[in-house]
């Protein structure tokens, strides 16, 4: 993994942006910085994202009649074993090279050096999966820690990769998972 990559992850953990977008911003905000190049989806006529290869951002809204809401962002960090073109062209100009996996032991440690620290929080994926906050920006990291039974497919994940970066989740939502799935350390 490039160490421009990593700083990407650095900033989008420690800012709770990718390169400026908040999960807050409109549509067209988020098109501005990350380019018009993406697939746009929907549920039905309240819900919709749009995938930007590996990034994700998603909106609500109440009715046709409202402007959309920005709801969050995921970083589908899993798609980078596939290969291919998973990084948009804007990430790729500005960062070069994505290895094809994230390995979380790395990440923390580089967090940790520039004094940024990760809570563990208990998670319903668990043991597959540990659940991981930032509480300054709002950002959650989904770990892959538990192998998968039967066949290990080519390019899958491996223990300790990261599964996805996130945004956002609030302190309410932490204590919640707090409450429902037990307050040990993730």
């Known amino acids: 993994m490039t160490p421009h990559s990593l700083a990407f ?19 067209d905000r988020v098109t501005s910085i990350l380019g018009s190049d993406f697939a746009e989806n929907a549920f039905d006529d309240q819900s919709m994202w749009r995938d930007y290869g590996m990034a994700e951002f998603f909106w609500c809204r109440e009715s046709r009649e409202h402007a959309w809401t920005g709801h969050h962002f995921t970083l589908q960090v899993h798609r980078l074993s596939m290969g291919g073109n998973t990084v948009n062209r804007v990430l790729r100009e500005r960062y070069g090279r994505f290895d094809h996996r994230l390995r979380f ?70 204590a919640w998972y707090r409450s429902r799935y037990g307050d040990q350390n993730a």
């Open 9 to 27: 992850y650095m900033g989008v953990i420690t800012s709770g942006t990718v390169l400026g977008a908040k999960p807050t911003d409109t549509p």
């Open 105 to 174: 032991d790395r990440l923390e440690r580089l967090l940790t050096t520039c004094g940024v620290h990760l809570e563990g929080v208990p998670n319903p994926n668990a043991p597959a999966y540990t659940l991981h906050w930032q509480p300054a920006s709002q950002v959650s990291v989904l770990v892959f820690r538990a192998a998968e039974r039967g066949p290990r497919q080519r390019d899958s994940e491996r223990i300790g990769d990261v599964h996805t970066v996130s945004s956002s989740m609030t302190a309410e939502q932490v």
